[in-house]
Nanobody, 115 residues
């Protein structure tokens, strides 16, 4: 089993920044992928950024140039630096970990962008 603990959500004004962090613990297998998804009220969960085992990072188009994902394989952590935040970025953000056993989710952290 893998446990994921997220931190760093909150309320920020449009144009502001937030940094999310996620730490994985338990039985960590390699190779693995880690990333971030989000779910706004009434919408499906969607990919924000994903870092594959080889380090290739995929972003959804709407966050490219504003969000930066990074991971520390030695510490089994993944972070998401979010800049130039917009009201449409408001959602619950979930950390995701995947290995050959399947996928695991964190409990989610709320990000609200509002003036």
């Amino acid at each position: 089993q893998v446990q994921l603990v997220e931190s760093g959500g909150g309320l920020v004004q449009p144009g502001g920044s937030l940094r999310l962090s996620c730490a994985a613990s338990g039985t960590i297998f390699s190779p693995n992928a880690m990333g971030w998804y989000r779910q706004a009220p009434g919408k499906q969960r969607e990919l924000v950024a994903d870092i594959a085992a080889g380090g290739i990072t995929t972003y959804r188009d709407s966050v490219k140039g504003r969000f930066t994902a990074s991971r520390d394989n030695a510490k089994s952590t993944v972070s998401l630096q979010m800049n130039s935040l917009k009201p449409e970025d408001t959602a619950v953000y979930y950390c995701n970990y995947r290995d050959r056993r399947g996928g695991y989710w964190g409990q989610g952290t709320q990000v609200t962008v509002s003036s």
